[in-house]
């Protein structure tokens, strides 16, 4: 079965880093894709980064681009997002995520929004104080 461990969350003054891991076990990165996916305090769910199936391609939100770096070590079946500069606006509840179905099997691209993500840890908090 999938399974998602997710660890690296704390606090943080703005302009630190934080690096999250997510372990993963029981998915197959041929079949899907893998993201990083954050709620804020009343706020909608956020796709943060991703990382393709077919290409092992990353891809992140505007408003993270130039301060995140998704990547994946495959001798430990684990997935990093290291966050840079990070800011008040960056405080959430972080999920390490992957696709269901076929949709996004093989593919170069990977979706950036909550919504085709079927399969979820149970997240790490992200705490930036000022």
């Known amino acids: 079965q999938l399974q998602f461990v997710e660890s690296g969350g704390g606090l943080v003054q703005a302009g630190g880093s934080l690096r999250l891991s997510c372990v993963t076990s029981?998915?197959?990165?041929?079949?899907?894709?893998i993201g990083w996916i954050r709620q804020a305090p009343g706020k909608e769910f956020e796709g943060v980064s991703c990382?393709?199936?077919?290409?092992?391609?990353?891809s992140y939100a505007d408003s993270v681009k130039g301060r995140f770096t998704m990547s994946r070590d495959n001798a430990k079946n684990t997935v990093y997002l290291q966050m840079n500069d990070l800011q008040t606006d960056d405080t959430a509840i972080y999920y390490c995520?992957?696709?269901?179905?076929?949709?996004?099997?093989?593919?170069?691209?990977?979706?950036?929004?909550?919504?085709?993500?079927?399969?979820w840890g149970q997240g790490a908090q992200v705490t930036v104080s000022s």
């Open positions: 990382i393709s199936s077919g290409t092992r391609r990353a």
């Open positions: 995520a992957a696709t269901g179905g076929s949709s996004w099997s093989g593919r170069d691209i990977c979706p950036l929004t909550s919504l085709p993500y079927d399969y």
């Open positions: 029981g998915f197959n990165i041929n079949y899907m894709a």
